[in-house]
């Protein structure tokens, strides 16, 4: 008789360092803490809009390649777990706020919607993708720091988009 | 008399590709839409705990830095509009998450908090420093996107931090 595995718990903490001495380049160093720590510079800048000097790459830009890369990895992750064939991952990521001002004061954003549109290679019937894609999303660091409801998946099925 | 600004409104897109082929690096150009586009390349990787080749960041060490950077952006862009003094800006964030897994069924994800602490130079009062946060959080486009009361913001004012 099949025994039922034991639940288990682990932490993920990441540790940022921060400096802007002027205009809108930011100097920032990340840490992940824990049994295999790794520290890394991802320095951001602003462009023409703030007035920024396109030293390194938009705050958001990094946002959105986070929120894209961490759905792939679970799917990778999770393929295995699942024992669903996986080759392939093909993404298509469409992140859209808005943001409102009165004249020049401060403006106040929300986002309208993130739009994620995967493409998953290796023969898996469309109930074991739709699952794999389920179990990633719900395991992706990422996306359960959202406010619910802003991401939307859809899964390509022959020439369609199925949304999950 | 004076005559109240009108309200605007504008939108800020980003579209990602993201392309897997084997293992866990992800391939990921981010494109900035709209008047000034933009496009760069962040690839992701992951280390040891996945079994990754470490070749490129972590998601997560991006998602870090763009929370970070966001507020950090924002806190500069702000203090002009709303003519609050600001020199430095050096910041500490910590980024804390917590996943539980049933064996090696695909673990579930959920965010504890994301404490970000602020040491703001320039001389403002310490009621203008808190309202320069205001403004820059509900600005910040990363932080509206997230749950409500994940982030937790400190100034340091003296030798202290205090909540805001």
Redesign the interface.
């Known amino acids: 008789m099949a025994e039922?595995?034991?639940?288990?718990?682990?932490?993920?903490?990441?540790?940022?360092?921060?400096?802007?001495?002027?205009?809108?380049r930011?100097d920032?160093t990340?840490h992940?803490r824990g049994?295999?720590p790794?520290s890394?510079e991802?320095p951001?800048d602003?462009?023409?809009?703030?007035d920024g000097d396109?030293t390194a790459?938009?705050?958001?830009?990094?946002?959105?390649?986070?929120?894209?890369?961490?759905i792939?990895?679970?799917?990778?992750?999770?393929a295995r777990?699942?024992e669903i064939p996986l080759?392939?991952?093909?993404?298509?990521?469409?992140?859209?706020?808005?943001?409102?001002?009165?004249?020049?004061?401060?403006?106040?954003?929300?986002?309208?919607a993130?739009t994620i549109d995967l493409d998953l290679g290796g023969g898996a019937s469309t109930e074991d993708k739709k699952r794999l894609i389920e179990?990633?999303a719900?395991?992706?660091?990422?996306e359960?720091?959202?406010?619910?409801g802003?991401v939307k998946h859809r899964l390509k099925v022959g020439d369609d988009w199925v949304a999950i």
């Open positions: 039922t595995a034991p639940l288990s718990r682990f932490e993920v903490t990441f540790d940022v360092e921060g400096r802007n001495d002027a205009k809108f930011n920032i990340v992940l049994p295999h790794a890394v991802l951001t602003e462009g023409p809009y703030h396109g790459p938009y705050p958001l830009a990094y946002f959105a390649s986070g929120l894209t890369a961490c792939m990895t679970q799917l990778r992750a999770f777990r699942l080759t392939t991952i093909a993404v298509k990521a469409r992140l859209h706020w808005q943001a409102q001002q009165r004249g020049r004061e401060p403006y106040e954003s929300s986002p309208v993130f179990a990633a719900k395991g992706c660091f990422v359960q720091s959202l406010k619910p802003i």
